[in-house]
C-alpha cells in the first residue's frame, strides 16, 4: 500500500554532512508514524530517528542525538534525515520505514514498521 525510495548517500569525510530523503507514495494516509534506520555490514538493523506523519514529534536514538535531525514534508510525502557532524561509525546502509501505528515512534524497532524502503548506503572516512 505504501512504497517508500530513499536518495541522497554518499561517502564524506568525518565531520561532513549529508542529506538523506525518502519519497513515499501509495496510501499514505495510512502512515502515523516515519523513522529512519541504519544497519553497518554484519550489525543488526538499529534506529537513528522517528517522526510523527502529522504532529512532528520526533526522537532520536542516543548515538545520533543532537548530530542528525528528522523531518517530514506531508504535502511532498517525503521524509528527511540531515546528519551533520558525520563520524566513521555512522557508516551503514540507511533504511526509511513506515509505520501504520504510533507504536513505530513509542517503541522504534524494526518489527513496528510496517513498510521499508530499499537502502542508501552512507559511508564516513576518517
Known amino acids: 500500500q505504501v512504497q517508500l525510495v530513499e536518495s541522497g548517500g554518499g561517502l564524506v569525510q568525518a565531520g561532513g554532512s549529508l542529506r538523506l530523503s525518502c519519497a513515499a507514495s501509495?496510501?499514505?494516509?495510512?502512515?502515523?508514524?516515519m523513522g529512519w534506520f541504519r544497519q553497518a555490514p554484519g550489525k543488526e538493523r538499529e534506529f537513528a530517528a522517528a517522526?510523527?506523519?502529522?504532529?512532528?514529534?520526533?526522537n532520536y536514538a542516543d548515538s545520533v542525538k543532537g548530530r542528525f535531525t528528522i523531518s517530514r514534508d506531508n504535502v511532498k510525502n517525503t521524509l528527511y534525515l540531515q546528519m551533520n557532524k558525520l563520524k566513521p561509525e555512522d557508516t551503514a546502509v540507511y533504511y526509511c520505514?513506515?509505520?501504520?501505528?504510533?507504536?513505530?515512534?513509542?517503541?522504534?524497532?524494526?518489527?513496528?514498521?510496517?513498510?521499508w524502503g530499499q537502502g542508501t548506503q552512507v559511508t564516513v572516512s576518517s
Open positions: 517522526i510523527t506523519w502529522s504532529g512532528g514529534n520526533t
Open positions: 520505514a513506515a509505520a501504520k501505528s504510533r507504536s513505530g515512534f513509542l517503541y522504534p524497532t524494526t518489527y513496528e514498521y510496517d513498510y
Open positions: 501509495g496510501r499514505t494516509s495510512d502512515i502515523l508514524t
